[in-house]
């Protein structure tokens, strides 16, 4: 009977124990990602070619390519995507952005911290090329 109790006791633990630990890392980096801020980069002043840039905090890390050629966004790129991805959020936001030729565009909902995190990269890239 004690080893019953025991087994339960062990098991509840190491799930409770489980399920917070991966609470805290999903969960982990939303707030500094949620209060980043873009900084407007006219993309007149760059020169054509293809500049690298980089996002880097926890599972909202990216890596991107972005393509500009006389003073438009042409292409976006992505190198290394987030940890949890959804294709469909950078083709939307990506579209977005070479509709409007700039990368402070409307994120695209219900994925907001990772559309930050693609325009943070964006924008570090571009701030290489200045």
């Known amino acids: 009977m004690r080893r019953i109790v025991w087994a339960i006791s062990l098991f509840a633990v190491l799930v409770i124990g489980g399920s917070l630990g991966m609470l ?5 980096a939303m707030d500094t990602v949620q209060n980043e801020t873009l900084t407007l980069i006219e993309l007149e002043t760059i020169e054509n070619g293809t500049y ?8 909202f890390s990216v890596t991107v390519d972005v393509t500009v050629h006389e003073g ?3 292409k976006v790129t ?8 959804d294709e469909t959020v950078a083709a939307i936001l990506f579209e977005r952005m070479q509709r409007d030729n700039r990368h ?9 911290l990772t559309s930050i995190a693609y325009q943070k990269a964006i ?8």
């Open 78 to 85: 992505l190198v290394r995507d987030v940890r949890f991805k």
């Open 123 to 130: 924008e570090n890239a571009l701030k290489g090329a200045e």
């Open 52 to 59: 690298r840039g980089h996002y880097v905090n926890q599972r």
């Open 24 to 28: 805290r890392y999903l969960t982990y």
């Open 104 to 112: 402070d565009v409307d994120v695209v909902s219900g994925a907001t």
């Open 72 to 74: 438009a966004l042409q």
